[in-house]
Nanobody, 126 residues
Framework: VQLQASGGGLVQAGGSLKLSCTAS????????VGWFRQAPGKEREFAAV????????YYADSVKGRFTISRDNARNTLYLQMNSLKPEDTAVYYC????????????????????WGQGTQVTVSS
């Protein structure tokens, strides 16, 4: 199983980026899927999740209203549309997939996911 994240880059504050995460070796529609991010010297933190059964979206307060998570099951791909970017959004962004088998009390917990992408760097300049 491989999750391949892409779409990161350098953008000015207020700009937009769209991240993609394409899966191979698994079918994303069978999992809840999420995005996490990790800034230098900080722990990995939850950004957004798209649940499996209802397709409900949950967001961290820090990105709510600016980021949108979506998935295209036909393409086996997960997306994160990021608008109104801020310097504090600078981080390596990771996509992840999980299921009830590993769910550990919250979609915001990294331990609730067992497949991870390699990360893509997002840098927002002021």
């Amino acid at each position: 199983v491989q999750l391949q994240a892409s779409g990161g880059g350098l953008v000015q504050a207020g700009g937009s980026l769209k991240l993609s995460c394409t899966a191979s070796g698994c079918t994303l529609s069978e999992y809840y899927v999420g995005w996490f991010r990790q800034a230098p010297g900080k722990e990995r933190e939850f950004a957004a999740v798209h649940t499996r059964n209802t397709g409900t979206e949950y967001y961290a307060d820090s990105v709510k209203g600016r980021f949108t998570i979506s998935r295209d099951n036909a393409r086996n791909t997960l997306y994160l549309q990021m608008n109104s970017l801020k310097p504090e959004d600078t981080a390596v962004y990771y996509c992840a997939a999980g299921s009830a088998r590993v769910y550990s009390g919250g979609y915001y917990r990294p331990s609730s996911y067992f497949y991870w992408g390699q990360g893509t760097q997002v840098t927002v300049s002021s």
